[in-house]
């Protein structure tokens, strides 16, 4: 079973308000990866990192989309000035190297109102 | 552009009845493999995975996939379905020269008692 912690499991914004997300990732897995689920079980990358580098990122959603992975500290996942469209289940994995298996937290949940 | 496609959108088996679920990819290389289930209000787990080798792979719960690279195909098996496999199940691609992974649909698996 994936140890990777994600909190909050459920999150709630109006439109306009911020939303942080943060991941834990398996013990001794250097890469991180972020992505959105929603409703149509449709995934979109967000960005991955190996240690606290960017590897990849999409062009973050107008920029209202950052995240970061600081040394000896939760990785995270923010968005600005959230819309409606934001309204998904944001999915962090971790996994040994850029082609290993992923493994998955539990995801958080944000609704944006 | 590499693609994923699992055709079927819901799959409805009865209890103790064999299963496939299918899935094809668009790449003209041989990309990593992977299935992936998703429990209601949960995560993503990784089911099992494809590098190289032998083409028939073995998961937990007693799934396999078959690859079959003159199909680009890697459909997933299971002999005996319970009615706790009800879920969605993912496939993915991780293509050699990318990080992330390309998601197929899903298909859910809805099981008759």
């Known amino acids: 079973n994936s140890k990777v912690i994600q909190t909050p499991r459920y999150l709630v914004k109006g439109q306009g308000q911020k939303a942080k997300m943060r991941c834990i990732p398996e013990?001794?897995?250097?890469?991180v990866f972020w992505y959105q689920q929603n409703k149509n079980n449709e995934f979109k990358f967000l960005i991955n990192f190996q240690n606290q580098e960017v590897l990849q990122q999409i062009d973050m959603t107008e920029k209202r989309f950052s995240a970061e992975c600081p040394s000896n500290s939760p990785c995270s996942l923010e968005i600005q000035s959230s819309e409606a469209g934001d309204s998904a289940l944001y999915l962090c994995?971790?996994?040994?190297?850029?082609?290993?298996?992923?493994?998955f937290g539990p995801g958080t949940r944000l609704t944006v109102l | 552009a590499q693609s994923v496609t699992q055709p079927d959108a819901r799959v409805t088996v009865s209890e103790g009845a064999s299963l496939q679920l299918r899935c094809k990819y668009s790449?003209?290389?041989?990309?990593?493999l992977f299935w992936y289930v998703q429990y209601p209000r949960q995560g993503l787990q990784l089911l099992l995975k494809?590098?190289?080798?032998d083409p028939v792979v073995q998961g937990v719960n007693g799934f396999e996939a078959e690859f079959i690279k003159s199909n680009s195909s890697f459909h997933l098996r299971k002999a005996s379905v319970h009615w706790s496999d009800s879920a969605v199940y993912f496939c993915?691609?991780?293509?050699?020269?990318?990080?992330?992974?390309?998601w197929g649909s899903g298909t859910k698996l809805i099981i008759k008692p």
């Open positions: 790449y003209s290389g041989t990309p990593y």
């Open positions: 494809y590098y190289s080798g």
């Open positions: 013990k001794g897995h250097p890469v």
């Open positions: 994995a971790s996994s040994l190297d850029s082609y290993a298996e992923q493994f």
């Open positions: 993915a691609v991780s293509p050699d020269s990318n990080y992330q992974l390309i």
